[in-house]
């Protein structure tokens, strides 16, 4: 089976522009969860779906972030524009009704 | 306010030895389910185990055992027979029963000495 899925592994990009992290969960997972991990930190929580539903964004700078889960498969993750504290590890993750997680490889975002 | 506190930023074990991770948790949530995962230098979060509040017994999957101390509020992983692969960031989270949501503590490196 195959698992979760994200891309690009890396992106560096300067303050200012846009960038998108796409998240492909483990087929048949209604649960999908975005979050960002800083170094030497533990994940936090950015948005999580439940199907096509975004059911807790409360920690998403919404200014700036943007999620969209469409048909309650894919989702991407963007941000516009990208600031210095942006930087860090974007992790996916899907779950089946809320058991355990299971993550993706992550997208190292650098912002310069 | 549900929390996850892992006070070891470092460890250090020798191979073939056991080791224990120390997490401990805060919460006025009855249920609520903890979670141990192992992130190796690749980045990805990986699963390892699993105990459930009104679990009687702790527990175990291969060389990881949870052991879950409810009154103390800990929840600390033991890793029997250390091996090099062993050597990651671990992270111990709580997700509260009726919720999908998860809280993480900071993470405790370990290395494994050869």
């Known amino acids: 089976e195959a698992g979760v899925v994200q891309s690009p592994r890396y992106k560096i990009i300067e303050k200012k522009q846009p960038v998108a992290f796409w998240c492909n969960p483990i087929?048949?997972?209604?649960?999908l969860y975005w979050y960002r991990q800083n170094l030497g930190q533990g994940p936090e929580l950015l948005i999580r779906?439940?199907?096509?539903?975004?059911?807790?964004d409360s920690q998403l700078p919404k200014d700036r972030f943007s999620a969209e889960r469409l048909k309650g498969v894919d989702s991407t993750l963007k941000i516009q524009p990208a600031e210095l504290g942006d930087s860090a590890v974007y992790l996916c993750?899907?779950?089946?009704?809320?058991?355990?997680?299971?993550f993706g490889p992550g997208t190292r975002l650098t912002v310069t | 306010a549900q929390k996850i506190t892992q006070t070891q930023p470092g460890m250090f074990v020798q191979e073939k030895e056991a080791v224990t991770l120390d997490c401990t948790y805060d919460?006025?949530?009855?249920?609520?389910?903890l979670f141990w995962y192992k992130q190796p230098s690749s980045g990805e979060m990986i699963f390892l185990i699993y105990?459930?509040?009104?679990?009687?017994q702790n527990a175990t999957e291969g060389r990881y055992s949870l052991n879950f101390q409810k009154a103390r509020k800990s929840a600390n992983l033991v890793i029997s027979a250390s091996q090099l692969g062993d050597s990651a960031m671990y992270f111990c989270?709580?997700?509260?029963?009726?919720?999908?949501?998860?809280?993480f503590g900071t993470g405790t490196r370990l290395k494994v000495l050869a």
């Open positions: 993750a899907s779950s089946l009704e809320g058991y355990e997680q299971y």
């Open positions: 087929s048949g997972h209604n649960t």
């Open positions: 779906y439940e199907n096509e539903e975004a059911v807790d």
């Open positions: 919460t006025s949530d009855p249920s609520y389910g």
């Open positions: 105990q459930g509040s009104y679990d009687q």
């Open positions: 989270a709580m997700r509260a029963s009726g919720t999908y949501k998860y809280i």
